[in-house]
């Protein structure tokens, strides 16, 4: 038969207990030596000597007593302090042993459950693989397939962009104007300026003679100035009456037209040249860039005319 393993919980009850009955026994021992001390009366003969004698007997028997209780009460705390340390000490040796039983049960059935799985294994490897392998190929099936469309459909477009330049080349020659430039003449008569920007016309002297004034003169050294076209301020080269009276005053004053063109104007300069020539005048012209100030100055000069 297995030995039953004592208990050390029940052990260390048992000698608390006893403890405590020593000490209960002591205590009431003392009790009663001090009820009776109180009690007694004094013996005749020599009450004096009698009394003192009694009690430097009970006061030793009380300091013996106090001693063995200071004695009893540092063995109980020893005995309780190791017993304490004794029981968590079992208390974890039992949590490891738990611990260590469980992690040899998982990698048992780890194992088991390892060694049941490779024995199924060549079959459904090979069954794996197999599907894989098809998977694959019909993946670069498709592939070849989409690469094939693609290259198709790439050659297809090549030659509709081809197709698209060459009608745009044919459609850009028809649009091609073949523009010869006048030889510039001598200048023998004076200029007047006219302004091309914003698609309109700002002459620096208006028919009647004046400054015009949708142009902002900034005032330069001397006689210059700068001269800056007011937007929405020039005349229309839609309002054909107002340019022939302008080309007409000019006609009179014997002098040619100095035309400064800014980019955005060069459809206005056609319908504008169209309608010098019809006057009988001459004309020059200059182009500058979009933002260009132009400063006019006595001393300066003027494009020839064509």
């Known amino acids: ?13 048992l000698l608390l207990d006893t403890l405590c009955n ?10 009663l030596l001090a009820l009776l001390s109180n009690q007694q009366t004094a013996i005749p003969g020599d009450p004096t000597e009698l009394s003192g004698a009694k009690g430097r007997l009970l006061a030793e028997r009380i300091e013996a ?16 302090d190791s017993g304490q340390d004794k029981l968590q000490t079992l208390v974890q040796e039992r949590n490891e042993l738990q611990a260590t039983q469980d992690r040899l049960r998982k990698e048992q059935a780890a194992q088991m459950n390892a060694d049941s799985g490779s024995s199924k294994a060549p079959a459904g490897d090979l ?27 790439a050659h297809d477009l090549a030659a509709q962009i081809q197709s698209l330049r060459s ?30 920007k914003y698609g309109a016309l700002y002459p ?10 949708g142009i902002t003169r900034v005032q330069k050294s001397g006689e210059d100035f700068e001269a800056i076209p007011k937007k929405s301020e020039g005349i ?12 007409a005053s000019y006609k009179r004053g014997g002098v040619y037209v100095s035309i400064c063109v800014y980019p955005d104007s060069f459809e206005t300069f056609r319908a504008l040249k169209v ?32």
């Open 1 to 13: 038969m297995r030995k039953l393993r004592p208990n050390s919980d029940q052990s260390l009850d």
């Open 22 to 31: 020593v000490f209960g026994s002591i205590i009431l021992i003392s009790c």
């Open 65 to 80: 007593a106090k001693s063995e209780l200071a004695g009893l009460k540092k063995l109980s705390t020893k005995m309780k």
């Open 127 to 153: 069954s794996e693989l197999n599907s894989e392998i098809k998977a694959l190929d019909q993946r670069h099936a498709d592939a070849k397939a989409r690469k094939e469309a693609a290259e198709k459909k």
């Open 167 to 196: 009608k745009l080349t044919a459609e850009d020659e028809k649009h091609v104007e073949h523009v010869r430039f006048p030889k510039e003449r001598a200048i023998t008569k004076s200029a007047t300026n006219i302004l091309l």
């Open 204 to 213: 620096l002297i208006d028919s009647a003679g004046e400054e015009y004034p």
């Open 236 to 247: 229309p080269i839609s309002n054909i009456e107002t340019v022939r009276r302008l080309l």
């Open 275 to 306: 309608l010098i020539i019809e006057a009988g005048l001459e004309y020059g012209f200059e182009v500058f860039p979009e933002h260009f100030i132009i400063t006019f100055s006595p001393k300066g000069t003027s494009p020839a005319p064509l």
